[in-house]
C-alpha cells in the first residue's frame, strides 16, 4: 500500500507540475501575442501621420528649395532627415511583427543575384566615396539560376553593406557573390573599426548596438542586422560575421541557390 501511495503522490505531484508548466507557458504566448499586437497597432498609427508629414515636407523643399533663406532651408531639411529615420524605424518595426507572426514568406523568383547585388552595392557606391572609402565589387554570373526573394534579397544586401559603410573609417568594403556547392555565399568585408569579441553573439539580437564609442558614434537603431538575420532565415539560409577589433568585419550570407515557389494556392492538381 505505501508503495502504491508513494506512486500515487509522485503522480498527483508531476500533473500538477505538468498543469503549471502549460499554464506557464500558455501565458507567456499570450503575452507574446500581445505584444506583438501591441507593436502592430503603434506602428501602423505613426505611419500615416508620418507619411502626411513627410511627404509634403519634402514637396516643399523639391520646389521651393533654392527659394528659402539658408536658414529656413536648413531645418527643413534637418526636419526631413529626421522625419524619414523615423519612418525606417516604423517599418523595420512592421516588417519584425509581420515576420513574427507569421505571415511573411519569402516568395522565391529566379533572380540575376549577381546582377542584383552589384546593382544595389553601387548604390552606396556614391556614399562610400564621399566618405573617402573604396567599394568594390566581385560578383561574377552563376553557371545555374539563383531563386531568391529579389525584395528580401534587396533588404539583406543594402543592410551589410550600409554598415560596411557606416563603420568603416578608412580603407574600403569589398563586395563579392559566389557559388559555393548548393549555397549563393555573399560576402561583405571591410576595413573597418571591428567588434569586440564579447559583443559578436548579440550582434543579431534586436536593438543591440555596439558599445565602442566609434560605433556609437554613428546613428542607428539596432535593427539592421536583426532584420537581415531574419530574411536569411527565411531563405533557409544563415549570416554569420567574422571580425577583429581595430582591423575590420567580415558578413557572410549564405543561403540555398532555392526553387521557385509553388503559385498562390498550390498546385492545380492535387498530387495523388
Ligand atoms: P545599427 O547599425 O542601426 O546600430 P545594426 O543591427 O545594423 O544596427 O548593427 C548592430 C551593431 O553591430 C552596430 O551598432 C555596430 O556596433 C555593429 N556593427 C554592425 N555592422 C558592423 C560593421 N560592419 N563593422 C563594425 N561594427 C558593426
Redesign the pocket.
Known sequence: HELLAGQFTAAVRNARAYAEERARAEALAELDRAKTAFFANVSHELRTPLTLLLGPLSDTLAAAGTALPDDVRGSLTLALRNGQRLQRLVNDLLEFVSIEAGRASAVRVETDVPALTAELAGVLRAAAERAGLRLSVDCPPLDRPAYVDPRMWEKIVL??VA??V???FVGGIDVSLRADGDSLVLT?A?T????PRA?LPL??ERF?????TA?RS???????????RELVTLHGGEVT?T?EPGV??T?TVRVPFGEPDAPAGGPAVPSP
Open positions: 543592410n551589410l554598415n560596411a557606416k563603420y568603416t561583405v571591410d573597418g573599426v571591428g567588434i559583443e550582434l543579431f543591440h548596438r555596439g558599445s565602442g560605433a554613428r546613428e542607428g537603431t539596432g535593427l539592421g542586422l536583426a532584420l537581415a560575421a571580425s575590420g568585419s558578413f
